[in-house]
């Protein structure tokens, strides 16, 4: 199973987090408040995913995406006008106020994605990855005249119903649309 760790600035909010997600059946390995403890925990660890906030108490989420392995996956909780600033770029966001499913179908599909990349052998490029993103998330903004928020939850939400990532979902949607 893989480990996810919960890094939030506010201890009680991390462990709310954590009760939701052991209750669904995730291991988490650890709850963390600043940036440090994530990596700390991190050390041991070949994969998992971190769920974080925009910014922990020693650290914004963009430096600490970058200090972490490409096989930790991120996942992070953003207000609607963090995500519309930008101030996540590039990462897999999810808006507060947090809903339940939202959180268990982003955490399935990353751990899913993370099993089919090692099942295929490639690794994730991360520049490949992004660019994919944003150009499906462009072409829909502005074919369909969705905001940047609602694209983004389009192909999560089609990536989780149809058990693709959601960097094959956004090449789809780049296929079927141009």
Same mark, same amino acid.
């Given at each position: 199973?893989?480990?996810? /760790? ?6 009680? *909010? ?5 009760? /939701? ?11 963390? %408040?600043?940036?440090? &403890? #994530?990596?700390?925990?991190? *050390? =041991?660890? =070949?994969?998992?995913? #971190? ?20 096989? #930790? ?8 006008? &963090? /995500?519309?600033?930008? =101030?996540?770029? @590039? ?30 052998? %490639?690794? *994730?490029?991360? @520049?490949?990855?992004? &660019?994919?993103?944003? =150009? ?12 940047? $928020? $609602? ?14 990532? /959601? ?12």
């Amino acid at each position: 199973m893989e480990n996810i /760790i919960v890094a939030l600035p506010k201890e009680e *909010d991390g462990r709310s987090l954590r009760s /939701i997600l052991v209750r669904s059946g995730f291991s988490v390995l650890s709850v963390c %408040t600043t940036a440090s &403890q #994530v990596l700390a925990a991190c *050390d =041991d660890l =070949d994969r998992g995913i #971190v769920i974080c906030s925009v910014r922990l108490v020693d650290m914004p989420c963009t430096e600490l995406r970058e200090l972490l392995a490409p096989e #930790v996956e991120m996942l992070v909780l953003a207000t609607r006008r &963090q /995500i519309a600033e930008g =101030d996540p770029a @590039g990462m897999l966001c999810l808006s507060m106020p947090l809903q339940t499913e939202d959180l268990i179908g982003s955490v399935r599909m990353l751990l899913s994605g993370g099993r089919e990349r090692r099942r295929k052998g %490639t690794p *994730d490029t991360g @520049g490949k990855k992004e &660019q994919l993103l944003r =150009d499906a998330k462009a072409l829909l903004m502005e074919r369909n005249h969705m905001s940047e $928020e $609602e694209a983004h939850r389009y192909l999560q939400r089609t990536s989780m119903t149809s058990g693709c990532s /959601i960097t094959e979902t956004a090449r789809k949607v780049l296929t079927l649309m141009n």
